[in-house]
């Protein structure tokens, strides 16, 4: 009866196992296992041959019953997971579009404004910066706008009230702004460096405009400072004009008209030829031919005395623009708020 006791064993074994399929390759293992050529099963019907005459039939019976409930296990087992597959697969849609990446993108003002930093970095200036919320002493009074004075009225000013401890106290006696410009950066440069001093200022600036196409309650400007011994409006005009065709390309013409800043004598405000209408006339020029793009002047030697330096000793130049006025005559764009409302629609485009 060994070999009636074998089967019986095997049955044990295979019933065992079956509960297990439930992946392709462990369907196939159970088959490679229990039905292949080399299977157990095969191994068995083998040894058919060796049993005594008598017992042959209820053997075989019993072998022949094994593999066929070995066999139909398997089938349903496969059967089973490729049901399942295909469910799978039916409920992936191949068609459907994939999910887009994002990929982001600097703000047209970032750029701007990293195109300024490379180009005047290219010619040896450094970059600086200084506090928003700046004092009176700073954004004022330094650069020769004295108390009361009726320049101040250029910039409508945001006060703010000196609080906490967060603030510089140096010059806190005539309370605090949010800066109007960026020109007060030259003078925390000029305190804090000895003459040569030849940098770039970019930062946030903030006034109490009515908010129009034309005009915001914060921008962002680039101040320049150069100063040195014996410089000349002559440079002034060179670097200019060098930053400009750098800018808007090498075509642009640059044209100087006087002007007046408390804190430059001479001042000019300097205007590039129109390159929208190459200079016959258009909207955006107001028909004039000029777009104006910065202020600038040699700075006045009163300013030397606020900061240590010798009036006698140094010349320099300054000068200081507006970016989004920059952006939107680069871009073409017709509304300054734009920048500030975060319309992909808008942002997208560069
Ligand atoms: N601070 C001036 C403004 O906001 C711009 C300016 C003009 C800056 C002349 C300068 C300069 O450095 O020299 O209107």
């Given at each position: 009866m060994a070999m009636l006791d074998e089967i019986a064993k095997l049955k044990e074994e295979a019933n065992a196992e079956i509960g297990q399929m439930n992946s392709a390759e462990a369907i196939e293992n159970f088959r490679l296992k229990y039905l292949s050529r080399r299977g157990l099963l095969a191994q068995l019907f083998e040894k058919i041959k060796e049993v005594p005459?008598?017992?042959?039939?209820?053997?075989?019976?019993?072998?022949?019953?094994?593999?066929a409930f070995v066999?139909?296990?398997?089938e349903s087992a496969k059967k089973k997971i490729e049901n399942h597959d295909s469910q799978t697969r039916a409920m992936i849609d191949l068609t459907v579009p994939g999910r887009k990446r994002y990929v982001g993108r600097k703000h047209p003002i970032t750029q701007t404004l990293d195109e300024i930093k490379k180009i005047f970095s290219g010619i040896g200036f450094g970059i600086a910066d200084g506090p928003d919320i700046e004092d009176d002493y700073h954004n004022f009074e330094a650069l020769n706008f004295p108390p009361?004075?009726?320049?101040?009225?250029?910039?409508?000013?945001?006060?703010?009230?000196?609080?906490?401890?967060?603030?510089?106290?140096?010059?806190?006696?005539?309370?605090?702004?949010?800066?109007?410009?960026?020109?007060?950066?030259?003078?925390r440069v000029m305190e804090q460096n000895k003459p040569p001093v030849r940098v770039i200022m970019?930062?946030?600036?903030?006034?109490?405009?009515?908010?129009?196409?034309?005009?915001?309650?914060?921008?962002?400007?680039?101040?320049?400072?150069?100063?040195?011994?014996?410089?000349?409006?002559?440079?002034?005009?060179?670097?200019?004009?060098?930053?400009?065709?750098?800018?808007?390309?090498?075509?642009?013409?640059?044209?100087?008209?006087?002007?007046?800043?408390?804190?430059?004598?001479?001042?000019?405000?300097?205007?590039?030829?129109?390159?929208?209408c190459g200079g016959t006339g258009c909207r955006v020029c107001k028909h004039s031919g000029w777009l104006e793009i910065l202020g600038c002047?040699?700075?006045?030697?009163?300013?030397?005395?606020?900061?240590?330096?010798?009036?006698?000793?140094?010349?320099?130049?300054?000068?200081?623009?507006?970016?989004?006025?920059?952006?939107?005559l680069r871009y073409g764009i017709d509304d300054i708020r734009l920048f500030f409302d975060n319309d992909l629609r808008f942002l997208n485009q560069f």
């Open positions: 005459k008598e017992e042959k039939p209820a053997v075989g019976k019993s072998l022949n019953e094994l593999r066999e139909s296990e398997f009361d004075h009726p320049a101040r009225d250029m910039q409508d000013t945001f006060f703010v009230e000196a609080g906490g401890g967060k603030l510089a106290p140096e010059r806190s006696d005539r309370g605090y702004v949010l800066r109007t410009h960026t020109s007060g950066v030259q003078i970019p930062g946030r600036c903030y006034r109490n405009e009515a908010i129009s196409a034309r005009a915001y309650c914060m921008f962002h400007q680039v101040e320049g400072l150069y100063v040195d011994k014996n410089v000349t409006f002559g440079e002034l005009k060179g670097t200019i004009s060098y930053f400009a065709k750098e800018l808007f390309g090498t075509n642009v013409k640059t044209r100087f008209r006087p002007s007046f800043f408390p804190f430059t004598e001479p001042s000019a405000e300097v205007d590039v030829n129109c390159f929208i002047g040699m700075v006045d030697p009163n300013l030397y005395k606020f900061v240590g330096y010798d009036e006698r000793e140094v010349s320099g130049y300054a000068f200081g623009m507006g970016i989004e006025r920059l952006a939107m």
